[in-house]
């Protein structure tokens, strides 16, 4: 058996990566998935900035930042490991996982980040929003071709690794806020 040299590989990507951009004009652009995945992108921010409080925004910022960094890594390995993945793009050379990566995820947890004083209070918070994506919009991005899930990966996954998510990113944050104290 012959080993790809890395030509081959590339000589793939290019491949991959017009196939893409074929099926990113013919089937996404303006279509409802598309659209949804437009407005999903832009109104969190507008949303989250007429509620956020300007007065801790560092935190806050720093807060969603982090977030955004961890759910772009955890994605691309769910991605790479085929345990889902997403057919439709808002744009075609840009990666399908950041709305829900860079704009969706990070600015409910800001949302939940900044309204929650207490660990009680913050994880009651954070679970209902992993059941709402978990078990409302996934679905609901399942049935319009938005979202798929293969192998063992399913809704229940999805809320428990969202719940675990979060839990470690506020201790993560108050950590650095101890060390920042002392």
């Given amino acids: 058996m012959n080993t790809p040299s890395y030509d081959d590989v590339q000589k793939v990507r290019e491949k991959l990566q017009e196939s893409s951009f074929d099926h990113w004009v013919q089937d996404d652009v303006f279509a409802l998935a598309w659209w949804i995945l437009f407005f999903s992108t832009i109104l969190p921010y507008v949303l989250w900035w007429k509620i956020v409080d300007k007065t801790n925004l560092f935190e806050i910022v720093a807060f969603g930042l982090l977030c955004a960094v961890l759910a772009c890594f955890l994605d691309l390995i769910g991605v790479s490991?085929?345990?889902?993945?997403?057919?439709?793009?808002?744009?075609?050379?840009?990666?399908?996982?950041?709305?829900?990566d860079?704009?969706?995820?990070?600015?409910?947890s800001m949302i939940v980040y900044q309204y929650s004083s207490s660990w009680f209070s913050y994880?009651?918070?954070y679970a209902i929003f992993a059941i709402l994506l978990a078990y409302v919009i996934e679905p609901l991005f399942t049935l319009l071709d938005i979202y798929e899930s293969y192998k063992w990966w399913n809704h229940t996954s999805s809320f428990v690794g969202l719940l675990l998510f979060g839990i470690s990113i506020r201790a993560f944050i108050g950590f650095l806020k101890k060390q920042h104290q002392s």
Wanted: aromatic residues 6%.
């Fill in 123 to 125: 994880i009651l918070r």
């Fill in 81 to 100: 490991l085929g345990l889902w993945g997403y057919p439709d793009k808002l744009i075609s050379i840009i990666p399908p996982l950041i709305p829900a």
């Fill in 102 to 108: 860079l704009i969706v995820i990070p600015v409910g």
